[in-house]
């Protein structure tokens, strides 16, 4: 998730810019307009990798691995019971990443305050990694508090993805999580668009996950303001011949991914990421640094592919003279998890008791 110093801020987050809600009635006041004590809603959100290399901001893949939130309307108070990934490190109160969300569904539907709940969480996509969990946060909160509210003041999917976007910051995560598969996501005067393209069924995102996070807004804090019109020349083409590699052509996956935009300026806050990233790029393999980092993420072709790349993985990072596996006296740990790109973006269930 995005911060608030200069090179992070969101791209438009006044409330002109947010969802046009504004003339609908405010209905906190009216109780039976939520829905009732007992009704819970279920949301299982996808992860994702924004950028996928040189669409930096734009393009976003979902992953196939998964954080489970529900939420019941309770009788009073806010609780919490919440596991997995990150589960000791949230706060337990409304700024709880998906309590925020909900409120902002809720303010930008004129809904008021947020009724009781009781909120359950189990995370499997790890924190500060590159994996969109702040995105699936968000998102989970947004559809869930959508859930909640009466038919009369429901979000469109169009207001969810700009109500998601401007609490991110940028749209490349939450629009795969939304859409699944991958998606192109643009800004144009304060909206926030997003296209689906279907992915080719032969690419398997392997991603090796180290045991050090880097914040989103601090990976964001190292990007220059000014790069010069080569470096973006390059990266528009890179960026452009990735859709047709992840869409038709993906033994184009290695030059399709290359990136100067981002990974370049990020490497000081990830040295063992970038070394993994080189080695499995020198050995043929499509790796990059997975949306902010220091997650690397390859996108192999195929499935017996996929194993070769993770074997790769297990072999750079068990070599004791690479930065990979030792890096300022300490060796680093990697989890490999081979993954599919989910064709369908977040779900949501709701029951009543
Ligand atoms: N499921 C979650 N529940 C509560 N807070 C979350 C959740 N996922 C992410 N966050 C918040 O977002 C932060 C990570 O966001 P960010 O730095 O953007 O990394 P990421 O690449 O994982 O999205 C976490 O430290 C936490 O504060
Ligand atoms: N385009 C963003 C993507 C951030 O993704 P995250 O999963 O690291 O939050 C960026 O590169 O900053």
Known sequence: MTGSAVNNAPLHATRTDAPDTDSAPRIGSVPGAITPVGTTVSVRVPGSTGN?????DSLGLALGHYDTVTLTRIER??????????????PRGPEHLVIRAMQAAFDAAGAGELPPLRLRAHNAIPHGRGMGSSASA????????????????????????????HMEGHPDNVAPTLLGGLTISYEDEGRFHSVPVRVHPDVVPVVAVPDFEVATSVARGLLPEMIAHRTAAVNAGRAALLVAALGERPELLVPATFDLLHQPYRAQAMAPSCELMTRLRDLGHAALISGAGPTVLTLANGAEHAGRVAAAIEEIAADAASSAHEYQGRTVTWRVHVLRVPEEGAKVSVSTQ
């Open 77 to 90: 108070g806010l609780e919490f019971d919440l596991s997995g990934e990150g589960a000791a490190g949230v």
């Open 138 to 165: 968000v998102v989970a909160g947004v559809l869930a508090a959508n859930a909640l509210l009466p038919a009369s003041h429901r979000l469109s999917p169009d207001a969810v993805l700009q109500v998601c976007s």
């Open 52 to 56: 996928v290399g040189p669409g930096f």
